[in-house]
Every structure is written in C-alpha cells, then in structure tokens.
C-alpha cells in the first residue's frame, strides 16, 4: 500500500479482554516501531522491530504487552487481560533505514477499556 | 523530570503573524532532534530531523534550528491549514532506538 496501515482503527474492549491490533507497513520497510499515545500527550515508545528481529522492547509497559513480526512485514501488538490504563491510542511507524529518520506513521488504533 | 520540555502548549496566531514554537531538551548526548506535525485523528507526520548545534532546515513556512539546549520551529505568515499539533521528539545516544516526545503545541491559525 501507499502508507502505514492500521486496523481496526477503533476498539471497545471490556476490561480483562485480549486484544490484538495489526500493522502494515509500508512494503519493504525495514524497520517498525510501536508506540502509545494517551489523550493530550506526546507518543510513549513501546518496541522496535528490524525485519523479523525485535531488538529493542524496553517501551513495553507490562508482560501482558507482547509484539510480533515473525515474517519481517506485518507485525501484531496484542494485550492481554485488558485494563482500563491501557485505553489510548497505539500508533505504528515503519521506516526504510536502520533508525527513525523520516519514519511513516499509521493513523493508528484509538483502544478504549471499558 | 521531562526531557523533552514544549512550549507553548497552545498557541493561537492570526493568519501572516509569525511565530516560534519551543523545544528544550535534557538529554546526555543527543543522537538527533525531530519535528512532527500531528492534526487530529492522524498519525504524526514527518517534518525535520537536525544532529548538531547551528543547523537548521526549511519547509515551506516552516524553519527548525538547533542549539545544544533546545530547538525553534519558527512560522513565517502561518496559514489556517497550518493549524495542527506540533511534535518534538529526540534521540539518546544511549537509549538506542527510541525517540523521547514532548507533549506537543497545539497550534490555531484563524484568517
């Protein structure tokens, strides 16, 4: 596609739910990261994948907060047993180099806990 | 304590006033200085990326300079589509990957 893909764009879970959120980057990016973006605040780094690799997860707030790109594409943030602090939107960049120069991000998926 | 440090929050300007929007940093070694553009229900959109002190970049009506210590983006005769939230986000040395955002400054641009 022409850009980052997110979907859904929107999601209602009720608190203790699994989620899953998926990403598709921009065809041949390199590199993908996850971040999370609370209501009125700057977006809060979560992971970095380099193709298949995910080198860096040091953003991940929990263990219930897992991320995967086992084919070095898509990549898949799932959360586990949902609260209602995890409600905010979770965005998706992927980018061409090694870094985040010029990275494309997703509209993103706006995760409400109910 | 922030390191990234925004300012104004908010900023309301009649269409051709300009301005600047601040950022200030504290980061030990600072690997790269960005600048987004973020209007709502959007993902951020790229503007700048500045490595060292003295540099500065131009888009359109819209210029970033660095120092050691903070960074401007300076709007020359601001237009209303240029009405958005303005990113700053910066890069360690040390902490790899990650970029370390502010909070943003909201800006309304009316004619």
């Known amino acids: 596609g022409a850009g980052v893909s997110q979907s859904p764009r929107y999601k209602v879970a009720k608190r203790g739910q699994d989620v899953a959120l998926r990403c598709d980057p921009i065809?041949?990016?390199?590199?993908l990261f996850w971040y999370q973006q609370a209501l009125g605040q700057g977006p809060e780094f979560l992971t970095y994948?380099?193709?298949?690799?995910?080198?860096?997860k040091s953003g991940l707030p929990s263990d219930r907060f897992f991320a995967e790109r086992p084919e070095g594409s898509v990549s898949t943030l799932k959360i586990q047993r949902t609260q209602q602090e995890d409600s905010a939107v979770y965005l998706c960049?992927?980018?061409?180099?090694?870094?985040?120069?010029?990275?494309?991000f997703g509209q993103g998926t706006r995760l409400t806990v109910v | 304590e922030d390191q990234v440090t925004q300012s104004p929050e908010a900023l309301r300007l009649q269409e051709g006033e300009s301005s600047s929007l601040n950022c200030s940093y504290t980061?030990?070694?600072?690997?790269?200085l960005f600048w987004y553009r973020q209007d709502p229900g959007k993902g951020p959109e790229f503007l700048f990326t500045?490595?060292?002190a003295g540099e500065e970049k131009e888009k359109e009506r819209l210029k970033a300079t660095l120092t050691k210590k903070e960074s401007f983006l300076h709007i020359t005769a601001p237009k209303p589509e240029d009405s958005a939230t303005y990113l700053c986000?910066?890069?360690?040395?040390?902490?790899?990957?990650?970029?370390?955002f502010g909070k943003g400054t909201t800006l309304s641009v009316s004619s």
């Open positions: 986000a910066v890069q360690e040395y040390q902490a790899g990957t990650a970029l370390i």
């Open positions: 960049a992927s980018s061409s180099l090694g870094g985040q120069t010029e990275a494309f």
């Open positions: 980061v030990s070694g600072l690997r790269g």
């Open positions: 994948f380099q193709n298949e690799a995910q080198l860096d």
């Open positions: 065809s041949g990016h390199v590199s």
């Open positions: 500045l490595y060292s």
